[in-house]
């Protein structure tokens, strides 16, 4: 039998660690929680070790059976005494003489109250709870893994062709719900082509964009996000765009970011350039009263400061766009090239402004395209705007969601998900147990 630990981060990034080095055949034998981590003890030909045969005590197994003769024996005397009997319990139990005329009144047992368990006691129980509560989620996460990589497993031998499909959705990048969903839609067709074909059709449909382009509705529009998404050069693009179909006159810019070096002088010197006046709005200082001024443009865009979520200036960044005197559309500027965490945290830093859509950026240097329609999909956030290079206005252009769709597609891994990717996948979809996987 060969026996070894395993350190990792989480429990899954553990599993993976001794299915490479043990194989599927792995039993894990222990668990537990280590400073950055956690250590998963596991063997290889485990044989469980069978329990020791009780010996028996024959002298505890005599007084326990006279106890059981002596109760029983108390059981039958207590039930041939009559009325009497009861009576007198009654009296005994009252500790006064009963009449007909005197209600019978038990004496009322006060349990004594119990002394406060000291903060020592209250603090060891924490921390076994946090155990307990540790153990349950490793076993959970181990479940999950061995529930997913089981499901798999039985979907490519039962049903070949969809497990393809699965396949082909994990290479554009579409998360795992995202996929479950559209399989779901394509069950009844059996020809692998046009199956694939109405997958993305299905998925075509299922993007959402606005009905009017943002800039030809108006209004106060700000651009929000995560530093290095794009969010001032999709700004400078959208204002050229706005300024060589309309002019200078009825757009203002508005910058919000005083934390990066270089970022006012930036939009002023863009605003020189296009003619545009530009207004800053220092930390602290009221957003309503900067854009009360402003409130005669038609278009006023804001350029906002990419900030950390555990940040107290995003908060009161995000307070001031969310304002009722505001009334601003926010459009959450999402970088293609960053990763599925780095979105979604994203979104849930951001939504408490209330979001009216996305705007994709950097189409042109991503190598998946996937993660970020998964994410716009799911919380149903309408893409304005696609941005595909530097050039100012040129590479800003509406989105077509066939072409959308057809640019993922062309963008996808070239190589197949290992076995363990779809195993993981397969994995977390075990969190949403409403739908059955396959």
Same mark, same amino acid.
């Given at each position: 039998?060969?026996?070894?630990?395993?350190?990792?981060?989480?429990?899954?990034?553990?599993?993976?660690?001794?299915?490479?080095?043990?194989?599927?055949?792995?039993?894990?034998?222990?668990?537990?929680?280590?400073?950055?981590?956690?250590?998963?003890?596991?063997?290889?030909?485990?044989?469980?070790?069978? %329990?020791?045969?009780?010996?028996?005590?024959?002298?505890?197994?005599?007084?326990?059976?006279?106890?059981?003769?002596?109760?029983?024996?108390?059981?039958?005397?207590?039930?041939?005494? $009559?009325?009497?009997?009861?009576?007198?319990?009654?009296? %005994?139990?009252? $500790?006064?003489?009963?009449?007909?005329?005197?209600?019978?009144?038990?004496?009322?047992?006060?349990?004594?109250?119990?002394?406060?368990?000291?903060?020592?006691?209250?603090?060891?129980?924490?921390?076994?709870?946090?155990?307990?509560?540790?153990?349950?989620?490793?076993?959970?996460?181990?479940?999950?893994?061995?529930? $997913?990589? !089981?499901?798999?497993?039985?979907?490519?031998?039962?049903?070949?062709?969809?497990?393809? =499909?699965?396949?082909? !959705?994990?290479?554009?990048?579409?998360?795992?719900?995202?996929?479950?969903?559209?399989?779901?839609?394509?069950?009844?067709?059996?020809?692998?082509?046009?199956?694939?074909?109405?997958?993305?059709?299905? *998925?075509?449909?299922?993007?959402?964009?606005?009905?009017?382009?943002?800039?030809?509705?108006?209004?106060?529009?700000?651009?929000?996000?995560?530093?290095?998404?794009?969010?001032?050069?999709?700004?400078?693009?959208?204002?050229?765009?706005?300024? %060589?179909?309309?002019?200078?006159?009825?757009?203002? =810019?508005?910058?919000?970011?005083?934390?990066?070096?270089?970022?006012?002088?930036?939009?002023?010197? %863009?605003?020189?350039?296009?003619?545009?006046?530009?207004?800053?709005?220092?930390?602290?200082?009221?957003?309503?009263?900067?854009?009360?001024?402003?409130?005669?443009?038609?278009?006023? !865009?804001?350029?906002?400061?990419?900030?950390?979520?555990?940040?107290?200036?995003?908060?009161?960044?995000?307070?001031?766009?969310?304002?009722?005197?505001?009334?601003?559309?926010?459009?959450?500027?999402?970088?293609?090239?960053?990763?599925?965490?780095?979105?979604?945290?994203?979104?849930?830093?951001?939504?408490?402004?209330?979001?009216?859509?996305?705007?994709?950026?950097?189409?042109?240097?991503?190598?998946?395209?996937?993660?970020? =329609?998964? =994410?716009?999909?799911?919380?149903?956030?309408?893409?304005?705007?696609?941005? +595909?290079?530097?050039?100012?206005?040129? +590479? *800003?252009? *509406?989105?077509?969601?066939?072409? *959308?769709?057809?640019?993922?597609?062309?963008?996808?891994?070239?190589?197949?998900?290992?076995?363990?990717?779809?195993?993981?996948?397969?994995?977390?979809?075990?969190?949403?147990?409403?739908?059955?996987?396959?």
């Amino acid at each position: 039998m060969q026996v070894k630990r395993f350190f990792a981060a989480d429990m899954r990034q553990a599993m993976k660690l001794v299915r490479d080095e043990l194989g599927a055949d792995a039993a894990i034998i222990g668990n537990r929680r280590i400073a950055g981590g956690v250590e998963l003890t596991a063997a290889l030909d485990y044989t469980p070790q069978a %329990l020791a045969p009780r010996v028996p005590n024959m002298e505890l197994e005599d007084e326990l059976r006279k106890t059981a003769s002596r109760i029983v024996s108390a059981q039958a005397e207590l039930g041939m005494r $009559g009325d009497s009997d009861a009576t007198t319990n009654r009296q %005994l139990f009252a $500790g006064l003489p009963l009449t007909a005329a005197e209600p019978l009144v038990e004496p009322t047992f006060v349990e004594p109250p119990r002394p406060a368990a000291p903060a020592q006691a209250q603090a060891i129980d924490q921390r076994v709870f946090d155990s307990m509560r540790f153990e349950l989620n490793g076993l959970r996460e181990l479940l999950e893994v061995q529930l $997913g990589s !089981l499901a798999w497993t039985q979907l490519q031998g039962s049903k070949p062709q969809q497990a393809n =499909l699965w396949r082909r !959705l994990q290479r554009i990048g579409l998360s795992g719900p995202l996929s479950r969903d559209l399989l779901a839609l394509t069950t009844e067709i059996e020809e692998p082509r046009q199956a694939w074909r109405m997958l993305l059709a299905h *998925l075509a449909r299922m993007i959402v964009t606005p009905e009017i382009e943002p800039l030809e509705e108006g209004g106060v529009i700000a651009m929000v996000g995560p530093a290095g998404m794009g969010k001032t050069t999709t700004l400078a693009k959208l204002a050229a765009r706005y300024v %060589l179909k309309y002019g200078a006159q009825n757009i203002a =810019l508005v910058s919000m970011d005083s934390y990066r070096i270089g970022a006012q002088e930036q939009l002023k010197t %863009l605003g020189r350039i296009l003619n545009v006046s530009v207004t800053h709005v220092d930390p602290g200082q009221s957003l309503a009263n900067a854009l009360d001024p402003l409130l005669r443009k038609r278009v006023v !865009l804001i350029d906002t400061a990419g900030l950390q979520a555990s940040d107290p200036a995003l908060r009161m960044q995000l307070e001031s766009l969310a304002g009722r005197g505001i009334k601003s559309k926010n459009y959450l500027v999402l970088a293609t090239t960053s990763q599925k965490q780095v979105l979604t945290a994203a979104y849930h830093s951001y939504k408490r402004c209330g979001l009216a859509g996305c705007i994709l950026t950097k189409l042109d240097e991503t190598a998946s395209l996937g993660e970020v =329609l998964s =994410l716009a999909i799911s919380h149903e956030l309408p893409v304005a705007y696609l941005t +595909d290079g530097p050039r100012i206005p040129d +590479d *800003l252009h *509406l989105p077509r969601r066939h072409q *959308l769709v057809s640019r993922a597609v062309s963008v996808q891994m070239q190589e197949e998900p290992s076995e363990e990717a779809m195993a993981d996948m397969f994995a977390d979809l075990y969190h949403t147990p409403a739908k059955r996987v396959g």
